[in-house]
């Protein structure tokens, strides 16, 4: 089958707002698919509570989303060419990929599962049994990275590496606005501790200490924003530190060409859009060396690497990206080819591929 006989896909997913990774790669994904001239239904893992007052009761309006989410999975699949299930680990599989398999299933739906899950190993260990038993009705597994692909291969499970998918018009080098009077450094994940924004800042402080001038903005929101806050006090700086809150994509892309650096604390993680982004806009990263950012990036090549909670080495980088011009321009040049993968031309390749594989397996 060509592509020109994929007429539809139902990709299955959450949507901004709240923005985040897997909802921003599901809302690009349908903006470029519908470019291919491909009809996109998305249906929606995090839709607004229907009635309205029942996002009020906090235990019976999960019950009124999944019940709504059902509905509209039985509405939407029968229609499909191919079933895009954005799937995430713990809860999310069971709650919302577990049963997009089983009714594409029933509707005779070839189906492409988009595992995006940063605790993959420890789902799998813990919950293979269930998993294993809707993923056999899959017909391609689809990851963005080599580091989730040999999570499953360890399962005995073939996955495609297909990356996401960049915003290139947002994402570009272009009309880089820097200050040379007030270098400027960025955190780009939500408030929240598997992102340890906490080392980000003790780091910033060490750098403040020998660079005049020098200003720290962290966008993002979550429930580790009062202590991050009270944190800046305590360090005496409320003067340099700016939380943004949480911020549209074009405000990001904007916030990355005003930086000098961008910092990545995670302590898990897969293939962070943060990082990806940052590059594309030219911004030189420091970041932790979890999960699939070695596979993403190599130290001092496209960006620098530390290990989890090392304020004083993360500290040390952006000192060096700051004060080495040409050690800059050579990571700026190295990552800006890093993420040519992710652009959309790239992606679609891979990803037709893997959707044309996915129904000729179903209908073998």
């Known amino acids: 089958m060509v592509v020109s006989q994929i007429k539809k896909v139902v990709i299955v997913g959450p949507l901004p707002l709240p923005a985040g990774g897997m909802a921003n790669q599901t809302l690009q994904l349908s903006k470029f698919l519908a470019e291919q001239a491909i009809d996109v239904d998305i249906v929606r893992v995090n839709s607004d509570y229907k009635p309205a007052w029942v996002a009020k009761l906090p235990v019976i309006r999960a019950f009124f989303r999944l019940l709504f989410y059902i509905v509209s999975l039985f509405k939407q699949l029968k229609s499909a060419d191919v079933v895009h299930i954005m799937a995430n680990s713990g809860w999310s599989w069971h709650l919302f990929a577990a049963p997009a398999i089983m009714i594409a299933r029933l509707y005779n739906r070839p189906v492409v599962i988009n595992y995006r899950g940063g605790y993959a190993q420890d789902f799998f260990d813990k919950s293979w049994f269930w998993v294993h038993l809707t993923l056999k009705h899959v017909q391609q597994i689809v990851v963005p ?35 040379a009077d007030s270098p400027h450094i960025i955190v780009t994940r939500n408030l929240e501790a598997i992102y340890d924004v906490t080392t980000a800042i003790n780091a910033f402080a060490l750098v403040a ?61 897969n293939t962070p859009n943060s990082i990806i982004e940052s590059l594309a806009c030219g911004t030189p990263v420091v970041s932790t060396n979890v999960g699939g950012i070695p596979k993403l990036v190599n130290h001092q090549l496209d960006a620098f690497l530390v290990e989890v909670g090392d304020a004083e080495q993360i500290a040390t980088h952006v000192l060096t990206l700051l004060n080495d011009e040409v050690c800059r321009e050579q990571m700026v040049a190295t990552g800006l080819k890093t993420i040519e993968k992710f652009y959309w031309h790239n992606v679609w390749q891979l990803l037709e591929a893997c959707y044309q594989d996915a129904i000729k397996s179903f209908n073998k």
């Open 209 to 269: 200490k020998q660079v005049d001038n020098v200003r720290l903005s962290i966008a993002g929101t979550g429930p580790e924003q009062a202590m991050l806050e009270t944190l800046v006090e305590q360090l005496g700086l409320s003067k340099q530190v700016t939380f943004t809150g949480r911020l549209s994509p074009a405000q990001i892309a904007n916030l990355y060409k005003s930086a000098d650096v961008m910092i990545n604390t995670s302590v898990i993680d």
């Open 145 to 179: 990275s080599p580091f989730l692909q040999e999570v499953f291969g360890r399962f005995q499970q073939h996955a495609v590496v297909v990356p996401n998918v960049l915003n290139h018009t947002l994402f570009n080098p272009k009309n880089r606005c820097l200050s």
